[in-house]
Nanobody, 125 residues
Framework: VQLQASGGGLVQAGGSLRLSCAASGRPFGNYGMGWFRQGLGKEREFVAAINWSGRVTNYADSVNGRFTISRDNAKNTVYLQMNSLKPEDTTVYYC???????????????????WGQGTLVTVSS
């Protein structure tokens, strides 16, 4: 499985970015997808997750109402729309795919078996 994240960049506080993660290697529509973020020297933090069908989503409290996760199974891609960005959102964002098929949208890193390379988001104040 390969996951290729893109869409990071520099944006002013209050602005928006959309991250994308293209997956390949096994049937995309069978697995949940998640976004995590990790700063230097910090633990990996859950951001958002979506189940295989897109009907179930979960968000971290810190991003709920500002970020939206979605997926296009025809394009093997998951998205993270980030609005009202804050300087504290600055870090590297990783997409991940669940180890097994699931009806749910897992929030724990151990539920995910495959990780992308990360994309840097920088929010200036």
């Amino acid at each position: 499985v390969q996951l290729q994240a893109s869409g990071g960049g520099l944006v002013q506080a209050g602005g928006s970015l959309r991250l994308s993660c293209a997956a390949s290697g096994r049937p995309f529509g069978n697995y949940g997808m998640g976004w995590f973020r990790q700063g230097l020297g910090k633990e990996r933090e859950f951001v958002a997750a979506i189940n295989w069908s897109g009907r179930v989503t979960n968000y971290a409290d810190s991003v709920n109402g500002r970020f939206t996760i979605s997926r296009d199974n025809a394009k093997n891609t998951v998205y993270l729309q980030m609005n009202s960005l804050k300087p504290e959102d600055t870090t590297v964002y990783y997409c991940a795919q669940t180890r097994a098929s699931s009806l749910y949208a897992p929030t724990q890193p151990y539920e995910y078996g495959y990780w992308g390379q990360g994309t840097l988001v920088t929010v200036s104040s």
